[in-house]
């Protein structure tokens, strides 16, 4: 199975970007799917996770209120939407579920540069 994260990009600070990520099976209608991101230099964190159903969300403390994940089963597709970026935000974002997690395995991550 691949994941594939698009959508970053470079965006000036209080900006917004959308992400998306697919995966090449339908993993994601039975999992609970996980947005992390890795800033150079430091070590990947969980930033959001949704439900199997979309109605329980978490989201780390320094994005909560800026970031959305949301989920299109159908489409096997999970999306974060980031506004009021700040340059903290940057970092190569992924999606993974926890399976992959604790086996290692990550996709393809997305590029999100914030400029001050």
């Known amino acids: 199975v691949q994941l594939q994260a698009s959508g970053g990009g470079l965006v000036q600070a209080g900006g917004s970007l959308r992400l998306s990520c697919t995966a090449s099976a339908s993993i994601f209608s039975i999992n609970v799917v996980g947005w992390y991101r890795q800033a150079p230099g430091k070590q990947r964190e969980l930033v959001a996770t949704i439900t199997t159903s979309g109605s329980t969300n978490y989201y780390v403390d320094s994005v909560e209120g800026r970031f959305t994940i949301s989920r299109d089963n159908a489409k096997n597709t999970i999306y974060l939407q980031m506004n009021s970026l700040k340059p903290e935000d940057a970092g190569v974002y992924y999606c993974?579920?926890?399976?992959?997690?604790?086996?290692?395995?990550w996709g393809r991550g997305t590029q999100v540069t914030v400029s001050s």
């Open positions: 993974n579920i926890q399976p992959f997690v604790v086996r290692g395995y």
